[in-house]
């Protein structure tokens, strides 16, 4: 089976797109970027002199579609950060802390105690897992 985010060696095997180490707490990925990809963001390149409004409405409108949703119930950010810090603010409070493995994605954490939510960390075990 052939796929555009790594090359397959004659064995059979699969190879990473590159050798170098990759950091998963950072969402990259061992297979380098996929050719739709690419040709997409050479596209978005010729029109990133302007702001694309209309692109980021016909967006929320298909994804709403798609869900079956209003397209009000839809909020589009460049990241996850933003978002986590607004999930982190509707689930928590004074008196609800946030709950988040420990070690972990930063994010919540940060907002809960900017916030002054408390904050209850879940230590990882020796297995590799939390005993949640």
């Not at 990759?22 to 990809?37: M, R």
């Not at 694309?52 to 839809?74: C, K, T």
């Not at 709950?99 to 994010?107: D, I, L, R, S």
Request: charged letters at 15%.
């Amino acid at each position: 089976m052939q796929s555009p985010y790594c090359r397959q060696e004659s064995s059979g095997n699969f190879m990473r797109a590159s050798q170098a180490p990759i950091s998963l707490n950072l969402n990259e990925s061992p297979y380098g970027v996929p050719t739709a990809a690419l040709e997409a963001a050479r596209n978005a390149v010729r029109i990133s002199s302007r702001y694309q409004f209309e692109l980021v409405e016909q967006l929320r409108q298909d994804l709403a579609d798609r869900h079956q949703i209003p397209n009000e119930w839809i909020s589009l950010y460049p990241g996850s950060n933003r978002a986590l810090h607004y999930a982190t603010l509707a689930f928590t409070n004074a008196q609800k802390p946030l709950v988040v493995g420990a070690p972990g994605f930063p994010v919540c954490e940060q907002a809960a105690r900017l916030h002054e939510r408390p904050v209850c960390q879940i230590p990882l075990l020796a297995w590799i897992s939390h005993g949640v």
